[in-house]
Every structure is written in structure tokens, then in C-alpha cells.
Nanobody, 124 residues
Framework: VQLQASGGGLVQAGGSLRLSCTVS????????MGWFRQAPGKELEFVAR????????STADSVRGRFTVSRDNATNTVYLQMNNLRPEDTAVYYC??????????????????WGQGTQVTVSS
């Protein structure tokens, strides 16, 4: 089981980045995929979730209207499009996969599988 996150970088406030998470799992159906982030000195926090059929998607209040989560089943990839980035979005971003679709995807404890994290830095 491997998750590979990429796409982070340094961007000015107001800019955009797209994070990718490529998943290597025997069965991806009915799993919730999530994006979380951890800023320096802060707890890991939920950012976005999507199930594999994209019928259940949501984003955190702090990023709603700026971030969009999507997936490409053909390539087993989940994306996080981040627009209008703010300095407070600076964090290490992690993607995760739940063990089954019965989980909500909002809580870190629901994710046994994680990617390595990708740094996003937004300068003011």
C-alpha cells in the first residue's frame, strides 16, 4: 500500500497549486480519500475528502470556495486544486486512504494509509 503525494512548492499569496496523490492499492473502490495538513506547531487538520465515486466530497470551512478535491480513477490519482492561496495555508499536506467506504473521512483516526507529505509555502 503506497500513497505518493506531490505538487507542493512556494507560491505567492493569491497564487495556485495543484497537489496530486497517486495511490497504489489492490482495491480502491469504496475507499474514502482525504487531504489533511499540518502547520508548524499545530495539529493535523482535515482539509478535504472524496470517495472513489465522487458522490461524497467536502472541504473544510477554512478552504471552501478556494480548494477543490477531485479524482481520476483511470490513474488512481486524487487531486487538491488550491486557488487564492493565503499565508495561513502554509503547511505540510498529506493524503490518506481509509480502509473502507464506511468511514466518514473527516478524522485522522479513520486513515490507516498515508502519503509522505508535501510542503506548501505561501508568501505574503
Amino acid at each position: 500500500v503506497q500513497l505518493q503525494a506531490s505538487g507542493g512548492g512556494l507560491v505567492q499569496a493569491g497564487g495556485s497549486l495543484r497537489l496530486s496523490c497517486t495511490v497504489s492499492l489492490r482495491s480502491l473502490t469504496d475507499r474514502m480519500m482525504g487531504w489533511f495538513r499540518q502547520a508548524p506547531g499545530k495539529e493535523l487538520e482535515f482539509v478535504a475528502r472524496i470517495n472513489w465515486s465522487a458522490t461524497r466530497t467536502s472541504t473544510a470551512d477554512s478552504v471552501r470556495g478556494r480548494f477543490t478535491v477531485s479524482r481520476d480513477n483511470a490513474t488512481n490519482t486524487v487531486y487538491l486544486q488550491m486557488n487564492n492561496l493565503r499565508p495561513e495555508d502554509t503547511a505540510v499536506y498529506y493524503c490518506g486512504a481509509t480502509a473502507s467506504g464506511r468511514f466518514s473521512g473527516y478524522y485522522r483516526r479513520e486513515y490507516p494509509y498515508w502519503g509522505q507529505g508535501t510542503q506548501v509555502t505561501v508568501s505574503s
